[in-house]
């Protein structure tokens, strides 16, 4: 049996000067404010410059590209709860964003009910009484999985509730440029830390209304000097780029659209767009690229379905937007092409209207766009540029319910289950599994892939992957 290290006493290697906003006093999280001391971090290793970095870490939601692949990692194909297990650790509360490493230190967010501890604080609890919770920011050292540093955000009772099966509080995943690191809690605030996790400043944005409680969960994207977020409920809904070194907003576009869950895509495109980057967001009634800059509207198609959840991806010229709820709709636009409202034009390379993912987003590695159907293990594999089918509606063995993305690397893609398989096929036009590895935990947060190591968040533990 392979033996775990134990999992960290908390209190002995938090900081004492973490500070927690009280529930009585949501003022305090509005707008930038002072950093809180912090004098129990581990500091930044030596090496390549962030930028360098970028390629190699998982800076955020989908990692360093954005279409949920590394191309340097290398992580290992066969695992168990006794095999190639790095680290495993108890996280508190719950949660469903992808853990984000750089360097030394994994970055996870979570919300921790403050009635609960133990087992009974994983317990999903979207429906129901509320209770009040703590939004909480965790770094974890890479190679050992302790704490190095954890800090409450915030505390507070939420407004509303979410989904009563598999929502949480928690839903999106932190970011980080290897000098700050962003934590966003939705309608609790988005929070900008050091890496030794002092408190640099705080934004808030507001309190969102979903449709029906169904939660929330609108990861930003960090591109830049800039922080675009995507703000779409039952409200007035915008887009908005904030300056990451200060969190003052830099530009705000109303929308009119309701909720949607989908990252914004940023796209350092060269050609019509002279040379400037833009940001693809996809809703229900439109799919709108706007100008990273000044947030303009470049080009606008026809929306997709209602809750659309998945993030568009882009690769070699072509972005691909899908939703699949009450419908199904997945677009393949060619960015060169797109200008204005591309409904008439032939900016659209091919698009299907079957089979696509609800919650899951797609992975586009090397020219093959991979999606699941609904939340189903069912896998189609199409070629990205032309709509060609490899194959279709192929039943992942063993994986019957996906609402984590798949990620890929090094030839192999990698399938994460609900139930805790993890399927692991060869990348290309034929379908050909090469293992089927099982943990004792269940999933719907997406995998991370750093060097020769796959991160794992659980309902209840964050795995390390790896040869020991």
């Given at each position: 049996m392979?033996?775990?290290?134990?999992?960290?006493?908390?209190?002995?290697?938090?900081?004492?000067?973490?500070?927690?906003?009280?529930?009585?006093?949501?003022?305090?999280?509005s707008g930038p404010r002072s950093g809180v001391p912090a004098s129990d971090a581990v500091g930044e290793s030596e090496g390549q410059s962030p930028s360098d970095k970028n390629d190699r870490f998982w800076p955020?939601?989908?990692?360093?590209?954005?279409?949920?692949?590394?191309?340097?990692?290398?992580?290992?194909?066969?695992?168990?709860?006794?095999?190639?297990?790095?680290?495993?650790?108890?996280?508190?509360?719950?949660?469903?964003?992808?853990?984000?490493?750089?360097?030394n230190k994994v970055f996870v967010l979570t919300a921790v009910p403050a009635v609960e501890n133990g087992a009974a604080s994983h317990e999903p609890r979207g429906g129901g009484a509320k209770?009040?919770?703590?939004?909480?920011?965790?770094?974890?050292?890479?190679?050992?999985?302790k704490t190095i540093w954890e800090r409450t955000a915030y505390e507070h009772t939420p407004h509303e509730g979410s989904h009563p099966q598999w929502g949480t509080w928690s839903s999106s995943s932190a970011m980080t440029d290897g000098e700050r690191v962003y934590a966003f809690?939705?309608?609790?605030?988005?929070?900008?830390?050091?890496?030794?996790?002092?408190?640099?400043?705080?934004?808030?944005?507001?309190?969102?209304?979903?449709?029906?409680?169904?939660?929330?969960?609108?990861?930003?994207v960090l591109h830049g000097n800039r922080i675009v977020v995507q703000w779409d409920h039952q409200g007035q809904s915008f887009i908005t780029a904030l300056d990451k070194l200060t969190g003052n907003e830099l530009w705000r576009t109303n929308r009119q659209e309701i909720d949607s869950w989908g990252t914004p895509l940023v796209i350092d495109h060269t050609g019509e767009h002279g040379g400037r980057a833009q940001v693809v967001a996809t809703a229900m009634n439109k799919v709108v690229s706007y100008d990273l800059e000044t947030g303009a509207v470049v080009w606008e198609s026809p929306g997709l379905t209602m809750n659309p959840i998945p993030s568009a991806v882009y690769e070699d010229g072509i972005v691909i937007v899908t939703a699949g709820f009450r419908g199904n709709r997945l677009r393949a636009i060619r960015l060169g092409d797109a200008k204005g409202d591309i409904t008439s034009t032939g900016a659209e390379a091919w698009t299907i209207d079957h089979d696509t993912p609800y919650v899951p987003s797609p992975l586009l590695y090397d020219g093959?766009?991979?999606?699941?159907?609904?939340?189903?293990?069912?896998?189609?594999?199409?070629?990205?540029?032309?709509?060609?089918?490899?194959?279709?509606?192929?039943?992942?063995?063993?994986?019957?319910?996906?609402?984590?993305?798949?990620?890929?690397?090094?030839?192999?893609?990698?399938?994460?289950?609900?139930?805790?398989?993890?399927?692991?096929?060869?990348?290309?036009?034929?379908?050909e599994v090469l293992a089927k590895n099982m943990l004792d935990d269940g999933f719907n947060a997406s995998p991370a892939l750093v060097d020769g190591e796959l991160y794992l968040r659980g309902f209840k533990y964050l795995y390390s992957i790896g040869a020991r």
């Amino acid at each position: 049996m392979a033996v775990y290290p134990a999992i960290a006493d908390r209190n002995d290697l938090i900081d004492s000067t973490t500070r927690t906003s009280a529930a009585s006093e949501p003022a305090e999280r509005s707008g930038p404010r002072s950093g809180v001391p912090a004098s129990d971090a581990v500091g930044e290793s030596e090496g390549q410059s962030p930028s360098d970095k970028n390629d190699r870490f998982w800076p955020q939601w989908r990692g360093p590209y954005a279409t949920g692949v590394s191309r340097t990692a290398d992580p290992p194909v066969e695992w168990s709860e006794t095999k190639n297990i790095r680290w495993k650790v108890e996280i508190p509360g719950r949660g469903s964003g992808t853990p984000v490493i750089w360097d030394n230190k994994v970055f996870v967010l979570t919300a921790v009910p403050a009635v609960e501890n133990g087992a009974a604080s994983h317990e999903p609890r979207g429906g129901g009484a509320k209770v009040p919770h703590r939004f909480v920011v965790m770094a974890l050292d890479r190679k050992t999985g302790k704490t190095i540093w954890e800090r409450t955000a915030y505390e507070h009772t939420p407004h509303e509730g979410s989904h009563p099966q598999w929502g949480t509080w928690s839903s999106s995943s932190a970011m980080t440029d290897g000098e700050r690191v962003y934590a966003f809690f939705d309608s609790f605030g988005l929070y900008a830390y050091d890496m030794n996790g002092t408190l640099l400043w705080s934004k808030d944005l507001g309190d969102k209304k979903m449709r029906s409680e169904f939660g929330e969960g609108q990861t930003p994207v960090l591109h830049g000097n800039r922080i675009v977020v995507q703000w779409d409920h039952q409200g007035q809904s915008f887009i908005t780029a904030l300056d990451k070194l200060t969190g003052n907003e830099l530009w705000r576009t109303n929308r009119q659209e309701i909720d949607s869950w989908g990252t914004p895509l940023v796209i350092d495109h060269t050609g019509e767009h002279g040379g400037r980057a833009q940001v693809v967001a996809t809703a229900m009634n439109k799919v709108v690229s706007y100008d990273l800059e000044t947030g303009a509207v470049v080009w606008e198609s026809p929306g997709l379905t209602m809750n659309p959840i998945p993030s568009a991806v882009y690769e070699d010229g072509i972005v691909i937007v899908t939703a699949g709820f009450r419908g199904n709709r997945l677009r393949a636009i060619r960015l060169g092409d797109a200008k204005g409202d591309i409904t008439s034009t032939g900016a659209e390379a091919w698009t299907i209207d079957h089979d696509t993912p609800y919650v899951p987003s797609p992975l586009l590695y090397d020219g093959i766009v991979y999606f699941l159907k609904s939340n189903s293990g069912l896998l189609s594999a199409y070629d990205a540029k032309s709509g060609k089918p490899h194959y279709q509606l192929q039943r992942l063995e063993g994986v019957p319910n996906v609402f984590a993305s798949p990620v890929g690397a090094k030839g192999r893609v990698y399938l994460t289950g609900q139930e805790g398989t993890t399927l692991v096929i060869k990348s290309g036009a034929t379908y050909e599994v090469l293992a089927k590895n099982m943990l004792d935990d269940g999933f719907n947060a997406s995998p991370a892939l750093v060097d020769g190591e796959l991160y794992l968040r659980g309902f209840k533990y964050l795995y390390s992957i790896g040869a020991r």
